[in-house]
């Protein structure tokens, strides 16, 4: 849906200090890694770089958006881009994809991307021992709860079955160890070494949600796609059915190659990886049509250069006898031999070998009985 002018205001605003706090927040983080051991320096900046690649997208597509935005300036195709660019994937004007350790290549959109950089941010804080509010418990068990309301809402996004189940299992346990850890609280025991582990175990949950929450659409796209392809191929596949057809009856001998028929690859599967195998069975199918197009395009096209062949010798011979006339014997040589091409020219399907041989010896037997004599050299003293 379009963006209104205002609504967009305040979402810009909002989304600038957001920016500027992370950045912030990661700048901390990476002066914090500065000072714990080279193994865990090591462990800690993998996941820091893919924060950083992530905050990195977010304020190049914030500058988008304000440049769209142009200080309000917003007429109906400027508010659908603004939606286009807020809900679009981040990849979609790059040629490189966000990228997460455990999962490889991740597109998501703008608001995804935000909760995943949160996400991130709050566990490199925990690991680096930079978790806000660290001196008040009760301000970290607040976001912990509030995280916990963010995985429970995406849970029903999660297709019925075993990843659904699993993930509302690990919600149950990690709403008893928050149960837990208030009432620890609430009896005034020290919570500091217990929140930090429970922050990086929820954040890593509403993490893996996100990144197979933007797995299962792109595979969904993947799959629109794909099935796009199989139409589009069978479409073609017709066509050259019907060229085949076409130069079987034009021309002798024929190519005979087989045009597999793409309706036999079956439907586009659902999985991810079940629609990547198929698409490479899908990539065979339009090599072996575009061999066959190939083939019989040029099977035609020679026969086509072969009767073009004979009409510009025609032409030829008709422009040279306006300057010279052909004894007897010629004039009957070239009519028996355009005679016995013109034969072979009107047989159908024509055979292309016997009429491009004849249309040769028509050529060169018009070019020697019209070729101008020539003329005798002046000897030198």
Known sequence: MPVHAAEAQGYLSALRQWVAQRRADLGEVDSAILRLSPSEQTAITTDLTVALTFWKAINDRLTLLETTFDGGRVGPKEAERLSTLIHG?????????????????????????????????????????????????????????????????????????????????????????????????????????????????????????????????????????????????????????????????AVTPAPHLAIPNVRALGPVPQGAKEVTAYRQRLERVARALDLAHETYAAALAERDEVVG??????????????????????????????????????????????????AAAYQSYVEAVTRPPSRPGRAHP
């Open 309 to 358: 062949l004979a009409g510009a010798v025609a032409a030829m011979l008709d422009a040279r006898l306006s300057a010279k006339r052909l004894d007897d014997e010629a004039q009957s040589d070239v009519e028996a031999l355009r005679s016995r091409l013109d034969a072979v020219l009107v047989q159908t399907p024509m055979p292309t070998a016997r009429a491009r041989a004849l």
């Open 89 to 249: 994937r981040l990849d979609s004007n790059t040629s490189e994809h966000l990228s997460l350790p455990a999962s490889g290549s991740l597109a998501v959109s703008l608001p995804e991307a935000c909760r995943l950089l949160d996400s991130l941010t709050r566990t490199l804080q925990a690991r680096a021992s930079l978790a806000p509010g660290a001196a008040e418990a009760s301000q970290r068990i607040t976001v912990l709860r509030a995280a916990a309301e963010r995985v429970r809402d995406q849970l029903p996004l999660v297709p019925v079955g075993a990843e659904r189940d699993a993930a509302a299992e690990h919600l149950v346990r990690i709403d008893r160890r928050v149960a837990d850890l208030v009432e620890r609280a609430r009896r005034g025991a020290d919570v500091g070494g217990i929140i930090g582990p429970l922050e990086i175990d929820l954040a890593t949950l509403e993490r893996d949600l996100i990144v197979a929450a933007a797995e299962r659409a792109n595979a969904a796209h993947d799959r629109a796609n794909t099935m796009q392809q199989v139409e589009e191929l069978d479409a073609r596949a017709a066509a050259i059915r019907a060229l085949e057809r076409q130069c079987l009856e």
